[in-house]
C-alpha cells in the first residue's frame, strides 16, 4: 500500500540515533569566529570530526590553535557561527549546556567554593530532578571511582590541586554523561602529580567503555597515553587524525612530523621508488626511506622531486667523521637532558638545516666539533612539503 510505504524524506526525519554508526560527537563543518567587524578573529574553521561511542580523542596542538574553541562549542559554552554539532545524532547546536547532558572537566577546576565535595558532586544531581535517596549512593560511587572516598564534608579550599581536580572529574561523571570533555585537566599540577594523575585517567577510561571522551591537550605524551585517534590541530584548524602510531610513523604534514615527537624534517630529492620504499638522496649520502602510499593522504613521490625526511633525534647516530657512509657534520650545541644528550648537528651538506640527536646519558660534546652523522636504514619516512601549515 503507497500509504505506508516510508518515503526517503520522512525516513530522513527519523531519530538519527536509532540509525547503526551514529557518532557519540558529531562535528560538521563548525567555525567558530570571536568579534566583530574588522577585529573578527576565527578560532575555528571548517571544523570536522566523528567520534564513536567509547571513543577517546586527543585534541592536540599548541596554545591559540582552537582546542578549547572546538571543546567549548561542543558544550555550548560557545556558539558556532556556522555549521552544526551533534551528539548521538541529534542537534543541540541551539540547545543550552546544562540541557547537553556532557560532562566538563576544566583546567581550573571550577568547584564551587562554599558548597562540600559531596555537594559539588551532587550539584548536577540535583539539576536533573535525581530522586534523592539515589544522590548520596551515586556521589558515594563516583567518589570511589576517582579515589576520593571519605572527603564528602570537605570543603575546596581544604583539598590540594590534584584532590580539587578528581572532585571536578567526580562531578562530571555523576551524571553519567555519555560524553565526557576535558579541557587541559592536568595543565595545573605538578609534573609528578600529572603522572599519576594520567595513570589514573588511563583506569579510569578503562572503567567507562561506553563513554565518549574528547581531551584537550597541549601535551604529546598525555595525548599518546589516552587517544584512541589523535586529532593534530594548528591555527584554528584540523591538521590530521588518525591514530597516534600512525601519525607517529607515517606523519601526514610537517606540522604533525614536527609537533609529534619534535621530528627531524631533512631535505631530500627522490630517486627510484619501488612500492612503498624509496632511494632518496640527502646531502651527500643516498639512502632508504619508507615512502607511503598516497592513501594515507601522501603525495606521489615523484623521481627528481623534493621531499623531507622525517627522522627522529633517537634515531640518529653520532659516529667517528672517518666512518664511511657518515654525513660529516659540526655540533651546535649540546644540553644534557638527563636519560640523553640532545646534540644539535650542522650537517655540511645540509645548509639551512639543523639536525637534533639524542645520544644516551651524559656525553660530553665540545661546541664546534666535528661528528658524523649516520641515519638509520631505513633512513626514516618521507613527508611532502607541500603540508606546511
Ligand atoms: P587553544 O585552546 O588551542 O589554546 P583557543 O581555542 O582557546 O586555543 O583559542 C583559539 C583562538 O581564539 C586564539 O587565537 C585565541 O586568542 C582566540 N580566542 C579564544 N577565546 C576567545 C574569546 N573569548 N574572545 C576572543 N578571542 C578568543
Ligand atoms: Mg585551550
Request: aromatic share 4%; net charge positive.
Amino acid at each position: 500500500m503507497a500509504e505506508t510505504r516510508v518515503s526517503p524524506a520522512s525516513r530522513l526525519l527519523q531519530p538519527a540515533a536509532a540509525e547503526p554508526n551514529t557518532p557519540a560527537i558529531l562535528f560538521d563543518r563548525v567555525g567558530v569566529s570571536y568579534g566583530r567587524g574588522r577585529k573578527v578573529t576565527p578560532a575555528l574553521v571548517d571544523f570536522n570530526l566523528r567520534v564513536a561511542a567509547g571513543e577517546t580523542i586527543a585534541l592536540l596542538g599548541p596554545s591559540g590553535s582552537g582546542k578549547s574553541t572546538a571543546l567549548n562549542a561542543l558544550a555550548g559554552f560557545v556558539r558556532p557561527t556556522s555549521g552544526r554539532v551533534r551528539l548521538a545524532g541529534r542537534d543541540v547546536t541551539d540547545l543550552a549546556p546544562a540541557r547537553r547532558g556532557i560532562g566538563v572537566v576544566l583546567q581550573s577546576y571550577a568547584l564551587f567554593p562554599h558548597m562540600s565535595v559531596a555537594d559539588n558532586v551532587a550539584f548536577g544531581l540535583r539539576a536533573h530532578k535525581v530522586a534523592r535517596r539515589e544522590i548520596t549512593p551515586r556521589v558515594d560511587d563516583v567518589l570511589d571511582m576517582v579515589g576520593m572516598s571519605g572527603f564528602q564534608k570537605r570543603l575546596p579550599r581544604e583539598l590540594s590541586g590534584g584532590q580539587q581536580q578528581r572532585v571536578a572529574i567526580a562531578r562530571a561523571l555523576a551524571i553519567r554523561p555519555s560524553v565526557l570533555l576535558l579541557d587541559e585537566p592536568l595543565a595545573a599540577l605538578d609534573a609528578q602529580l600529572r603522572q599519576s594523575m594520567l595513570a589514573e585517567l588511563q583506569r579510569l577510561k578503562e572503567a567507562l567503555p561506553d563513554t565518549a571522551m574528547l581531551y584537550v591537550t597541549h601535551d604529546q605524551a598525555e595525548a599518546l597515553a589516552l587517544a584512541d585517534r589523535i586529532v593534530v590541530m594548528n591555527d584554528a584548524r584540523l591538521m590530521d587524525v588518525d591514530t597516534a602510531e600512525n601519525l607517529w610513523k607515517r606523519p601526514p604534514t610537517t606540522f604533525t612530523a614536527a609537533f609529534l615527537g619534535g621530528a627531524n624534517l631533512l631535505p631530500c630529492e627522490v630517486g627510484r621508488v619501488i612500492g612503498t620504499s624509496a632511494l632518496v638522496k640527502v646531502g651527500s649520502r643516498t639512502v632508504n626511506a619508507e615512502a607511503p602510499q598516497p592513501a594515507f593522504g601522501h603525495a606521489d613521490w615523484a623521481p627528481g622531486s623534493s621531499a623531507l625526511l622525517c627522522v627522529r633525534p633517537h634515531a640518529l647516530q653520532v659516529v667517528s667523521t672517518r666512518e664511511r657512509d657518515a654525513l660529516q657534520a659540526s655540533v651546535n650545541a649540546a644540553v644534557w637532558r638527563g636519560a640523553v644528550t640532545r646534540l644539535v648537528l650542522a650537517v655540511d651538506t645540509l645548509p639551512d638545516t639543523l639536525v637534533e640527536v639524542d645520544v644516551p646519558g651524559h656525553t660530553p660534546f665540545e661546541i664546534g666539533a666535528a661528528v658524523g652523522l649516520r641515519l638509520p636504514e631505513p633512513a626514516g619516512v618521507l613527508v611532502s612539503p607541500g603540508t606546511a601549515a
